[in-house]
Each structure stands twice: as structure tokens, then as C-alpha cells.
């Protein structure tokens, strides 16, 4: 309970920064479920493994609105473990209202931690809605990722929804 006390002492000063102004800087942890599909051969058909993916990412705002970023995830659960890098950059739309769109783009590096499978990378666009609370914001939007060196992998493409929150500083 005290070291809770004193985070919230030391982080006051900051909290109420606002949410995306130049010099901004904002944090946020990334917590789902996913899951991967692969052939397991002939004799074992196709092959689910199912992960528990857990990351956190940090942004800072370089201008009014527009963000660039650095992220890691981790796939945990499933076999083999997979680990992720972001380089994102974002931009939220100013409005007079507590609701900002945004758009954005990234980069992504994926290492698997088993030699049987090759590293790739990705990139991708994603938009979306924010809602600005005190010190932070929450959202909710779309994906749009295109795979590379994944030559024995028939799916190049995938699009996902996401939910984002953060915590400005």
C-alpha cells in the first residue's frame, strides 16, 4: 500500500498534463487472448495454440496530435512463446469535444522463440475513436496489418479490432 502512496504522490504532478500536446508523453499496457493456426502435417491435421498476450508501449507527442511510439508484446501460454516490437505513429484529430479519431501507422518485428519458425516483420494503418478522460484516454478502432517474410504462410493480410488506454504524463 505504501509503494502505491508514493507512486501516486510522485506521479500527481503530471497527471493532469494535457492528453495530446507537444511534449507529452503517455503510457499503456496491452492485456488479450489470441491465437495462432498452423499445419501440423499430415498425420496431426491442423495445429491450434492459444496465448495469453501481454505488452506495454510508451508514445511521445513530437507535436499537437501526432504521436510516435515504441511497444513490446509477449504471446505467453502457447507454444512457442512470441515476442513483438512496435514503432508506431499516431495522429488524433483535434475537435471541441471529448471525442478524438485517429489514424495511424506502424511497424512491427516479430521474433519467435523457436528456430522451426522464421522471424517477420509487418506494417500496418489503423483508425479509431479516443475519448479523452482526465489524465488519459481510452479507445476503440480498427487494424489493418500486412505480413512480410512469411513465404510459407498463405495469409499476407489480417485486420483486427483493437481498445486502447493511456495514461498521459
Avoid at 516479430?110 to 494503418?125: E, F, L, N, Q, V
Avoid at 495469409?155 to 488506454?165: F, H, K, Q, R
Amino acid at each position: 500500500m505504501k509503494k502505491i502512496a508514493l507512486l501516486v504522490i510522485l506521479l500527481a504532478p503530471f497527471g493532469f498534463a494535457d492528453t495530446f500536446s507537444a511534449g507529452t508523453r503517455s503510457i499503456g499496457v496491452t492485456v488479450g487472448s489470441g491465437s495462432v493456426s498452423y499445419s501440423g502435417g499430415a498425420l496431426t491435421g491442423t495445429v491450434v495454440e492459444n496465448y495469453f498476450i501481454a505488452g506495454v508501449g510508451g508514445d511521445y507527442f513530437v507535436a499537437d496530435g501526432l504521436s510516435v511510439g515504441v511497444g513490446y508484446r509477449g504471446w505467453f501460454g502457447g507454444t512457442p512463446v512470441i515476442h513483438q516490437a512496435t514503432l508506431p505513429v499516431t495522429y488524433y484529430m483535434p475537435t471541441e469535444s471529448t471525442l478524438r479519431p485517429y489514424l495511424g501507422g506502424f511497424y512491427r518485428y516479430t521474433h519467435i522463440a523457436d528456430k522451426a519458425y522464421d522471424d517477420y516483420s509487418s506494417a500496418g494503418g489503423r483508425f479509431g475513436l479516443a475519448i479523452l478522460f482526465e489524465n488519459g484516454y481510452g479507445g476503440f478502432g480498427w487494424v489493418q496489418e500486412v505480413y512480410f517474410g512469411r513465404d510459407n504462410v498463405s495469409d499476407t493480410t489480417s485486420g483486427y479490432p483493437e481498445a486502447v488506454i493511456g495514461f498521459s504524463f
